[in-house]
């Protein structure tokens, strides 16, 4: 059974700066894609970041150069480092991890940027 569990969200001002994290624990799913994605209300999900077990690495356009994703595979967390928030990131922010069976999620948590 696969948990990802996320934190790090929070009210910050434009221009602010946080960072999450998502703890997972399970069989198998160290190494394996995971991502952070994001749902604004009214909106549909999207892709934030993604980061293979190798370390590479992709990126919306929305969030080139201010958002950074990393991995810290012995602690089997990956990290979403947001800076120069902005008010249109606010949004629930999912973790996922990519399994060949499936893909799983975190419970989300909320990121709210004020203007």
Known sequence: QVQLVESGGGLVQAGGSLQLSCAASGSMVSYRTK??????????????????????????????GRFT?????????????????????????????????????GQGTQVTVSS
């Open 35 to 64: 991502g952070w994605y994001r749902q604004a209300q009214g909106k549909q999900r999207e892709l934030v970041a993604r980061i293979t077990g190798g370390g590479s690495t992709n990126y919306a356009d929305s969030v080139k």
């Open 69 to 105: 994703i990393s991995r810290d595979n012995a602690k089997n967390t990956v990290y979403l480092q947001m800076n120069s928030l902005k008010p249109e990131d606010t949004a629930v922010y999912y973790c996922a991890a990519e399994l060949p069976m499936r893909t799983y999620w």
